[in-house]
């Protein structure tokens, strides 16, 4: 019934998932670093938005950023653990045309991190690719 011998199965699953997760998070990571690619930087300061534990970091880092005289808030969409202090500088990205549009320019809320997984993944599915390749002409 089954012409796949049972053996090369787990070789075969493990690389479609690594593959699958591969792409889509390197086009996420993608899609976040070239949205923000021609944007200006500025400085910025997280501030604290829940009032509970006044010192901890919030999972959404929320900062205030100044451009021309005119000062913005803005809360990430992207979750970042360790989150950043309440009163730390951070360097901010910002949309020229829409200076309320703004990323935080670090590994997680730029988008990199989501690349570097990515491509490990893809990476970690040529691998089980080049070994069902050599399995297959045993």
Known sequence: MNDIPEYLLGVIIPCGVFGFIGI????????MKRRTRDWDTTQGVIVKRGTLF?????KYPTFQYVVDGQTYEHTSSVSQTPGF?????VTV???????E?????SIA?????FLIIGLCMLGIA?????VLMSLLRV
């Open 101 to 105: 549009r703004a990323a935080i320019d």
């Open 93 to 99: 990205k910002y949309d020229p045309y829409q200076p």
């Open 109 to 113: 809320q730029s988008g990199l991190i």
């Open 85 to 89: 202090r309440p009163g730390s500088v």
């Open 126 to 130: 040529a691998v089980l690719l080049f």
């Open 24 to 31: 889509v998070f390197t086009l996420i990571g993608w899609f």
């Open 54 to 58: 006044a010192s901890l970091p919030d």
